[in-house]
């Protein structure tokens, strides 16, 4: 008997619970119990990691499908993880086991201390290996300039095997790697003549791709074969061989599902298939360096992504954050007596995270604004402005400060290189987000309705973004040190200033300078990028139908590359560099129908680099 005291009236029970009553709460108590101790496990997880490293993915793990039965991993005869799914003939079929493996927080901390630990052994054992030039001086060029944003190699394990011919390194790799550093050294007065016993950087190229397709024809493809196929892919595309360059990320994206990389090892694996911390680290990696490079080529060529992130992908979480802290310094850039760029953290990890959390934004953006098959309707583009529009806003936000370039307050010296490109990147992601809207048509909206203004203005201010960011980062570290993506970064924003020209018949000064400021940098860098001259042509004759001829645009593009001190700002006109117009406010721009009713008439741009990425005008 028990009593309640609240109104003053003593309660008696007199009558015991039913069986089935009991039996429901005690079913109601364990369950209760499952729940808490899966959130425990859940929130323990989470605090055990380092803030620069990250814990959240595209597509989380809870809910339906995440914790479900997953098989096809398993070793080869040769001792390779592969994957095979249940239909295959490398399998018989079998009752799926549960798996959903968490590991402990105390084991997640000793595998960060031993991963990090390994990086910086590593690290100091490569200084006293004393690699011979050029091969060090263009490895360098890659851990400096390349590395830090794409993530292909792993670094420790690369150098560790590189001596021993462990299973992480290749010489088709290691080829690939020197064959691509190149096309930014072969200009370097003390590293000219030590390639001339490689004819000029030409021979690692070839030995690579003649290496690999042995390794392809004997079916003994393993991590450092994805890693060679993606270098040799980002090479190939920034020549413009177009066809070789999809085809190379393709057989890299095929091979990562072969080896069973789509996959979260540590979480699917059977019970048998026990990889190293080690392993685990580079497998996940790979697998968004691959996610990364897959959207930025579908950006380069205009083709539809090929990868995509799922329930049992692996997680975007780097366990070794080493790199982070590394001191980071311009490699092979050479500046005027008496100054030198400043001691800067490299910040590698968190600039790679923010990057795959970015690529994920954009693929969606590019599934649903820039389907070749235009199988979207109105208001799914629609959807998809207002929801990735929020999630760029979102992004931006949320990015760390010392991550984040404000075109309005730069800094003295450009950030590191991965820092500028990352910035560069989201500014182009967000043209892309907002320029299809500009060319709807009106029979799309509503009656007397015409575009919106914003997304022009958005445009703007990212165009404005990119070619303040650029100009600083080419004054800091010279044109000869541009990626591939940066110098898009510099198309995408020409579009636009394009667009501002064939809809309006009044020239804005800041308009034409902007363009001609683009023209020029993209005339500097087709020696680089031999695809950005591709593009350029493209927006030379469309300049040159709506009034502009290319003497107006490249009158200073034929001057050599000259360093500029960066702490200067009154920079002189015979300095041979570009002239950056001022940033300005797009609010300022006033937007009239007659230039809506322009864009409306205009075919809509695609994403692709080259032959039809520009309009022309009708």
Known sequence: MSAEKGRGDECVYKLSPTLSYTTKLER???????????????????????????????????????????RGLAFDARGAVTFHGSTSLFQLPTRPEETNTILPVNELHLTKERLVQNAWEQRSLEVLAETPQPFQFLLSTHWCWIQPLFNFVYRPAFTRDMQSIGPYYSHTLLNALLGHSVRWCKREPEIRHLLEPYEGGALFKRHARTRLFEEISTGNCSIPTIQTLLILSAQECSAGNRTSAILYCRMAFNLLEELGITVDVQRYGSGNLQLSDEDIEIRRRLFWSCYFWDKIISLYLGRSPALSHSPVSPPQVIMDDSAEDELWLPHGVQYPEGQQYPPTQAHSISCFTQMCRLSAIFNEILLHMYDPLNSKTEQEIDDCLIREGFAMRQWWQDLPSFLKIEAQ????????????TLNCLFHTFKILLYRPMLFKRPESLPEGDMPNPAHF?????????????????????????????LAYSVYTAASIYLLQIQASSVREDYTLDSMRFCVQALDRLKASS????????????ALADAGIQASEVLELSSQPDVLLNPTTTDVPVSSHLPQAPAVFDPDGID????????????????????????????
């Open 457 to 485: 203005k958005e445009c703007l201010g990212s165009a404005s973004a990119i070619v303040a960011v650029f100009d600083l980062y080419c004054r800091t570290f010279t044109y000869s040190r541009v990626v591939l993506s």
């Open 591 to 618: 937007f009239t129908p007659e230039m809506f009713a322009t864009f409306s008439n205009l075919e809509p741009i695609t994403v692709a680099v080259g032959a039809g990425g520009i309009i022309m005008p009708t």
């Open 28 to 70: 109601r108590v364990e369950e209760l119990e499952a729940a808490l101790r899966k959130a425990q496990v859940s929130a323990q997880v989470v605090p055990a990691l380092s803030p620069s490293v990250s814990v959240t993915s595209p597509t989380s793990y809870t809910g339906e499908g995440g914790s479900a039965a997953f």
């Open 409 to 420: 307050d730069l800094p003295q010296y450009a950030p590191p290189s991965h820092i500028v």
């Open 530 to 541: 031999p695809v950005i001259g591709q593009a350029l042509q493209l927006l030379l004759r």
